[in-house]
C-alpha cells in the first residue's frame, strides 16, 4: 500500500480532532515513502468535488502545530450519505486514485464508511477513525474528544456552584448530547462534597416530566438554598419526544437538515425560564445553553485526550493496512489500549450511559458513574470549601 491515502474529517469540531489526522499523516509518511496523503476538505464533500490538501507536501513542524490547535482543520461536513451518495464518493476516491480511506468521526462516519466497503467490495481499505464529544460510539470505553469536552464541563459547573453559594438562587445549564447523557453527567466530575451542584443531572437515558422537574429543583433548594441543574439538551419526555418539542409550539421548532428537531439555540432555554418563573415565581433563576463552548475550548485541551486521539491516528493506518475496520479506545481495567474492531459493530448504533451511572430513585450520579468519570476527568483544581 505505497499509492494515495485520503484523508477527512466529519461531524463536529473537537478539541483534539487535528491530533488524530495529523497522527495518520505522519503515520503513513513512515510506513509508506513516497505515498501520497490526501485531506479532503469540508469531509466527504472534498472527495465529491475533488477538493483536497497534499498533507504529504507539509512539512512536519507544521502539521504538529495544526494537531495541538482545536476544531478541524480539514474542514467537516454534517452529510450523512446515503447509497447513491456513496456511489459518488467512491468514484472521486478511484479518481484520486485512492487505496485506502480514513475518516475520522462519530456514529453517522462510521455509517458511511459501513455503506463504501461494501460498495467497494474488497478493491480499498475503508477506516474510521473515533471522534465524538458525545462519547457514544459501542465498542469505546471513551472517545477521543470527550475528555477535554468533559473537562470544560466540569469545570463550569464547579464554577457556577461556588458563584451560587455566594448568592443563591437556580442555575439550569444545558450540555450538548442528543441521545447519550456522558458529557451532561461530567459536570459532577468535580464536585466538592455532598452539598455541591449539580445538585440534578437530567439525562437522555431518562424521561423528564416539567412537573417533577420543578418539584425537584424546590426541594433542592429547601435543601441547599441553592440549586445547581445539568441538562442534556436531548432529554425527552415519556412520549419519546424532545423536551423542547413539548415546550416550545410546533410551528417555532426548527429543525436541521436531516429533519432533526434542532436542540440547541435559544428555545430550550427560554422555555425552562418559563417553566421556572410560572412554577417558582420570585426564585433568582438563570438558565444558560453551554452550546458548542466544550467541544473545543482551547484552554481545556487535555494531554491525555491529545495523545490517544494522535495514536488512534497511528493506529488507523495499521487498520488500513489490514483491509480497514474502526478504531476503538478499550479498558482493561488497567490502562486504555487500542483494537481493531468490524466497522458494522459500530457504524450508526449509540453507545447509551449504563444505567447503573445514575442512582435509581433520584437524578444524581452513583458511585459507578462517578467511578468513571473521575478516572477519565480527575480533579485539576484544588479549591478550598467556601463558608457558605
Same mark, same amino acid.
Do not use: W
Given at each position: 500500500m505505497s499509492g494515495t491515502f485520503v484523508i477527512a474529517q466529519g461531524g463536529g469540531p473537537t478539541a483534539v480532532i487535528n491530533q488524530t489526522m495529523v497522527g495518520a499523516a505522519l503515520e503513513i509518511?513512515?510506513?509508506? &515513502?513516497?505515498?501520497?496523503?490526501? %485531506?479532503?476538505?469540508?469531509? #466527504?464533500?472534498?472527495?465529491?468535488?475533488?477538493?483536497y490538501v497534499d498533507l504529504?507536501?507539509?512539512?512536519?513542524?507544521?502539521?504538529?502545530?495544526?494537531?495541538?490547535?482545536?476544531?478541524?482543520?480539514?474542514?467537516?461536513?454534517?452529510?450523512? =450519505?446515503?447509497?447513491?451518495?456513496?456511489?459518488?464518493?467512491?468514484?472521486? *476516491?478511484?479518481?484520486?486514485?485512492?487505496?485506502?480511506?480514513?475518516y475520522i468521526g462519530g456514529n453517522d462516519t462510521s455509517g458511511t464508511q459501513q455503506i463504501l466497503t461494501d460498495a467497494a467490495g474488497g478493491k480499498m481499505a475503508f477506516v474510521h477513525a473515533p471522534k465524538t464529544i458525545d462519547n457514544d460510539l459501542e465498542e469505546n470505553d471513551h472517545t477521543p474528544g470527550f475528555i477535554s469536552a468533559a473537562e470544560f464541563v466540569a469545570g463550569a459547573f464547579l464554577s457556577v456552584d461556588l458563584d451560587f453559594r455566594a448568592l443563591p438562587g437556580i442555575y439550569v445549564g444545558i450540555v450538548m448530547g442528543r441521545h447519550a447523557g456522558f458529557l451532561t453527567a461530567a459536570a459532577a466530575a468535580w464536585q466538592l462534597d455532598p452539598d455541591s451542584g449539580p445538585h440534578l443531572v437530567y439525562v437522555p437515558e431518562r424521561p423528564f416530566s416539567?412537573?417533577?422537574?420543578?418539584?425537584?429543583?424546590?426541594?433542592?433548594?429547601?435543601?441547599?438554598?441553592?440549586?445547581?441543574?445539568?441538562?442534556?439538551? %436531548?432529554?425527552?419526555?415519556?412520549?419519546?419526544?424532545?423536551? #423542547?418539542?413539548?415546550? +416550545? =409550539? =410546533?410551528?417555532? !421548532?426548527?429543525?436541521?437538515?436531516? %429533519?432533526?428537531?434542532?436542540?440547541?439555540?435559544?428555545?430550550?432555554?427560554?422555555? !425552562?425560564?418559563?417553566?421556572?418563573?410560572?412554577? !417558582?415565581?420570585?426564585?433568582?433563576?438563570r438558565v444558560d445553553?453551554?452550546?458548542?463552548? =466544550?467541544?473545543?475550548?482551547? %484552554?481545556?485541551?487535555?494531554? #491525555?485526550?491529545?495523545?490517544e486521539a494522535f495514536d488512534a491516528g497511528v493506529f488507523a493506518v495499521a487498520v488500513a493496512e489490514q483491509g480497514?475496520?474502526? +478504531?476503538? *479506545?478499550?479498558?482493561?481495567?488497567?490502562?486504555?489500549?487500542?483494537?481493531?474492531? &468490524?466497522?458494522?459493530? #459500530?457504524?450508526?448504533?449509540?453507545?447509551?450511559?449504563?444505567?447503573?451511572?445514575?442512582?435509581?430513585?433520584?437524578?444524581?450520579?452513583?458511585?459507578?458513574?462517578?467511578a468513571y468519570l473521575k478516572r477519565l476527568v480527575p480533579e485539576k483544581y484544588k479549591v478550598g470549601k467556601p463558608f457558605v
Open positions: 509518511r513512515k510506513r509508506h &515513502p513516497g505515498a501520497k496523503v490526501l %485531506g479532503s476538505i469540508h469531509g #466527504v464533500r472534498g472527495i465529491r468535488d475533488g477538493n504529504s507536501a507539509i512539512a512536519e513542524d507544521r502539521l504538529r502545530l495544526i494537531a495541538a490547535t482545536p476544531s478541524a482543520a480539514l474542514g467537516s461536513t454534517r452529510d450523512k =450519505p446515503d447509497e447513491a451518495y456513496c456511489e459518488i464518493i467512491l468514484n472521486g *476516491l478511484k479518481k484520486a486514485g485512492a487505496d485506502a480511506f480514513i416539567a412537573a417533577a422537574f420543578i418539584d425537584d429543583v424546590r426541594a433542592t433548594l429547601d435543601r441547599h438554598k441553592r440549586c445547581i441543574v445539568a441538562v442534556s439538551e %436531548g432529554v425527552s419526555t415519556a412520549d419519546g419526544k424532545a423536551l #423542547v418539542e413539548s415546550l +416550545v =409550539p =410546533p410551528e417555532k !421548532l426548527e429543525r436541521d437538515a436531516h %429533519g432533526n428537531v434542532k436542540l440547541s439555540g435559544s428555545d430550550l432555554p427560554a422555555a !425552562l425560564e418559563r417553566a421556572l418563573a410560572e412554577g !417558582l415565581p420570585g426564585k433568582r433563576a445553553a453551554l452550546g458548542y463552548m =466544550p467541544r473545543g475550548y482551547v %484552554g481545556a485541551i487535555n494531554v #491525555v485526550d491529545a495523545q480497514g475496520g474502526s +478504531v476503538a *479506545l478499550q479498558y482493561d481495567g488497567e490502562k486504555t489500549g487500542l483494537k481493531k474492531v &468490524p466497522l458494522k459493530n #459500530v457504524a450508526g448504533k449509540t453507545r447509551h450511559m449504563p444505567d447503573d451511572f445514575m442512582l435509581p430513585d433520584a437524578n444524581q450520579l452513583s458511585d459507578a458513574g462517578m
